[in-house]
């Protein structure tokens, strides 16, 4: 018998780009496809497509849309200078939200309460005797961790590490505070059970639409494309690293190659820096990816700050497209060497590019292998029954 479920989110699950906007709307649909009743209560920005979202009913029955004030937001940031709770945090709290929260509660009930991201922790702060369960899917604190190793500022590396404290101390306290918690990766598990004691984490993985990601058979050329939003600064430090440092020994062996850099919203010092290389293109946000990776030989995810699963990596396995990517964009996926190639150096990364680029065989048999591996491990239906045995089990 279905249940009634409020959701809670930040970042409106529409239209599906990006990672966060994925997993959320692929989670939803999924527990309405099993009978649940899903309410929806989201922060809204001018870039989100409220529109087209109203009208897809496919993950959620009724949606409460809160306009997200950045003004407001900005402020609210400030806060965090003088409580516990991360800048990350503060940013997204609105007081219309948990005005909205505050009434449905009061007024309806609801067998679960779902939330994305400790972002959402203060909006349930007060409901320790309902049943939530919490998606942390990262640990966001071993992502601020991994990120001050990789500044040189002094200045940057205080500004983090202040931040980093503020997350991983609310982390722990978000594992008190509420009776269930899911994550992404057993890579995330474990950094946040060296610290929160309380924790009651259970692994939810990220999955992908094979039916939409699937093999285009294509002809092939000599192209190589990165796909995330560049708004993003691990995912813009990804595309410049590879661009600046690795793509140039690439065009040495094969002076015909063409490096995509697919997502919204490219910053400026991406541009800037590789915007003018031969053979780079900085597309910035598409229509349908599918059309830019298909003629690719190598998707690549060359980012060193990273938690979860990476989207951006199952989605070019789901169409046969051959992956390099550093360990930080393998962990959690647990495909061996003969599916992912998984490189360190600069060096490495370049000829494992190069190896697949130049042997149709080896393109053809990690293709195939990619494929499979990802619809037979990474299906959203497989991560919807998973989410729902623990609904069974919590209830």
Same mark, same amino acid.
């Given at each position: 018998?279905?249940?009634?479920?409020?959701?809670?989110?930040?970042?409106?699950?529409?239209?599906?780009?990006?990672?966060?906007?994925?997993?959320?709307?692929?989670?939803?649909?999924?527990?309405?496809?099993?009978?649940?009743?899903?309410?929806?209560?989201?922060?809204?920005?001018?870039?989100?497509?409220?529109?087209?979202?109203?009208?897809?009913?496919?993950?959620?029955?009724?949606?409460?849309?809160?306009?997200?004030?950045?003004?407001?937001?900005?402020?609210?940031?400030?806060?965090?200078?003088?409580?516990?709770?991360?800048?990350?945090?503060?940013?997204?709290?609105?007081? +219309?939200?948990?005005?909205? *929260?505050? #009434?449905? =509660?009061?007024?309806?009930? %609801?067998? @679960? /309460? &779902?939330?994305?991201?400790?972002?959402?922790?203060?909006?349930?702060?007060?409901?320790?005797?309902?049943?939530?369960?919490?998606?942390?899917?990262?640990?966001?604190?071993?992502?601020?961790?991994?990120?001050?190793?990789?500044?040189?500022?002094?200045?940057?590396?205080?500004?983090?590490?202040?931040?980093?404290?503020?997350?991983?101390?609310?982390?722990?306290?978000?594992?008190?505070?509420?009776?269930?918690?899911?994550?992404?990766?057993?890579?995330?598990?474990?950094?946040?059970?060296?610290?929160?004691?309380?924790?009651?984490?259970?692994?939810?993985?990220?999955?992908?639409?094979?039916?939409?990601?699937?093999?285009?058979?294509?002809?092939?050329?000599?192209?190589?494309?990165?796909?995330?939003?560049?708004?993003?600064?691990?995912?813009?430090?990804?595309?410049?690293?590879?661009?600046? +440092?690795?793509?140039?020994? *690439?065009? #040495?062996? =094969?002076?015909?190659?063409? %490096?995509? @850099? /697919? &997502?919204?919203?490219?910053?400026?010092?991406?541009?800037?820096?590789?915007?003018?290389?031969?053979?780079?293109?900085?597309?910035?946000?598409?229509?349908?990816?599918?059309?830019?990776?298909?003629?690719?030989?190598?998707?690549?995810?060359?980012?060193?700050?990273?938690?979860?699963?990476?989207?951006?990596?199952?989605?070019?396995?789901?169409?046969?497209?051959?992956?390099?990517?550093?360990?930080?964009?393998?962990?959690?996926?647990?495909?061996?060497?003969?599916?992912?190639?998984?490189?360190?150096?600069?060096?490495?990364?370049?000829?494992?590019?190069?190896?697949?680029?130049?042997?149709?065989?080896?393109?053809?048999?990690?293709?195939?292998?990619?494929?499979?591996?990802?619809?037979?491990?990474?299906?959203?239906?497989?991560?919807?029954?998973?989410?729902?045995?623990?609904?069974?089990?919590?209830?």
């Amino acid at each position: 018998m279905g249940k009634d479920i409020l959701y809670l989110t930040t970042r409106l699950p529409y239209p599906t780009i990006g990672g966060d906007r994925v997993r959320m709307y692929n989670l939803l649909k999924q527990l309405k496809l099993k009978g649940h009743r899903i309410i929806l209560v989201s922060l809204v920005t001018p870039e989100d497509d409220l529109e087209g979202c109203l009208k897809d009913h496919t993950f959620f029955d009724r949606l409460i849309p809160v306009e997200f004030n950045k003004k407001l937001a900005y402020i609210n940031a400030v806060k965090a200078i003088f409580n516990d709770r991360p800048f990350i945090v503060e940013y997204f709290y609105s007081r +219309e939200m948990q005005n909205e *929260i505050d #009434k449905l =509660i009061k007024n309806e009930h %609801f067998d @679960i /309460i &779902g939330g994305y991201m400790i972002r959402v922790a203060p909006y349930l702060e007060k409901y320790k005797d309902k049943t939530i369960i919490l998606d942390f899917v990262d640990a966001v604190s071993m992502m601020y961790e991994r990120r001050i190793k990789t500044v040189k500022s002094i200045w940057d590396k205080f500004k983090i590490g202040v931040e980093y404290l503020k997350v991983r101390n609310y982390e722990k306290k978000c594992a008190k505070l509420f009776k269930y918690q899911t994550v992404i990766s057993e890579v995330d598990k474990i950094y946040l059970e060296k610290y929160c004691s309380d924790s009651n984490i259970k692994i939810i993985k990220n999955g992908v639409d094979t039916d939409f990601f699937y093999p285009q058979n294509s002809k092939l050329k000599n192209a190589i494309c990165f796909v995330g939003s560049m708004q993003y600064i691990p995912n813009s430090e990804a595309a410049i690293w590879f661009a600046t +440092e690795i793509f140039p020994l *690439i065009k #040495k062996s =094969i002076p015909d190659a063409v %490096f995509k @850099i /697919i &997502g919204a919203n490219p910053r400026k010092d991406l541009i800037m820096s590789a915007g003018n290389i031969d053979g780079v293109e900085v597309l910035g946000r598409v229509n349908d990816v599918r059309e830019y990776m298909s003629d690719c030989k190598v998707s690549v995810c060359p980012v060193k700050i990273a938690g979860g699963i990476q989207n951006k990596i199952l989605e070019a396995m789901a169409m046969g497209i051959p992956v390099v990517t550093t360990p930080e964009g393998a962990e959690g996926i647990g495909a061996d060497e003969n599916i992912l190639k998984v490189a360190v150096s600069n060096k490495e990364f370049a000829q494992k590019v190069i190896d697949i680029m130049k042997s149709n065989d080896m393109q053809k048999e990690i293709s195939t292998k990619s494929r499979k591996f990802a619809s037979d491990n990474f299906s959203w239906e497989k991560v919807g029954e998973n989410l729902e045995k623990l609904i069974e089990i919590i209830l």
